[in-house]
């Protein structure tokens, strides 16, 4: 099955400057990456999502980009302000079924 | 954007005792549901997935009878943990999709507590 691996688990910006998250994958038949946005306590939201199809996809300050050959996806966001202040997950899921896998998450700290 | 709900939102039981957890797909028609337990500080972790209509698909190590999951209509799915223990205790999330490839939407989570 699909194995989601992202880095860092933690990570600590300044206001205004970008934070970059990394997930990689195993199972070539995915195609389906969103990212998804967990404040405490609350539910995930889908903030972004690529399919294999496209190399990047850009959101106003969120942008994903995804490299098939190395099995790799990235989020990037620019600017950042304290309200991104989050748990953020990537996840992978192949086209044909729901089989979604998560990543551990990274908990994004921005310091105002 | 697609609205899920569930209910409840937290939910104290007894050892022993069994608790019912709905999820409601408010303004779309969900053919699938996915039922995620987190523990704190850690990711969704995948329990099992449920057609409407059919049995649901549980994950390796998750019991599907200390976890019953019934999906009777496009709207509604429920997960009842039976004979519930302190380890059970946890956040327990519903997700909702049109179907496969789609993205889910997530409910607001239960958090269940097993005194």
């Known amino acids: 099955g699909e194995n989601v691996e992202q880095h860092p688990s933690t990570l600590s910006v300044q206001e205004g400057d970008s934070a970059v998250i990394k997930c990689t994958y195993s199972d070539s038949a995915s195609n389906y990456f969103p990212w998804y946005k967990q404040e405490l306590g609350k539910r995930p939201q889908l903030i972004i999502d690529?399919?294999?199809?496209?190399g990047e996809k850009k959101d106003q300050r969120i942008a994903v980009t995804l490299n098939k050959t190395a099995k790799h996806f990235s989020l990037h966001i620019t600017e950042t302000q304290p309200e991104d202040s989050a748990v953020y997950f990537c996840a992978a899921s192949p086209y044909n079924n729901n089989d979604m896998r998560f990543g551990a998450g990274t908990r994004l700290t921005v310091k105002p | 954007g697609a609205v899920v709900s569930q209910h409840p939102s937290r939910v104290i039981c007894k050892s022993g005792t069994s608790v019912k957890i709905e999820c409601r797909s408010l303004d779309f028609q969900a053919t699938t549901m996915f039922w995620y337990r987190q523990f704190p500080k850690q990711s969704l972790m995948l329990m099992a997935t449920s057609n409407e209509g059919s049995k649901a698909t549980y994950e390796q190590g998750v019991e599907k009878d200390k976890f019953l999951i019934n999906h009777a209509s496009l709207t509604l799915s429920t997960l009842t943990v039976t004979s519930a223990h302190p380890e059970d205790s946890s956040f327990y999330i519903c997700?909702?999709?049109w179907g496969a490839g789609y993205e889910q939407y997530f409910g607001p989570g239960t958090r269940l507590t097993v005194t």
């Open positions: 997700s909702a999709s």
């Open positions: 690529i399919r294999s199809n496209v």
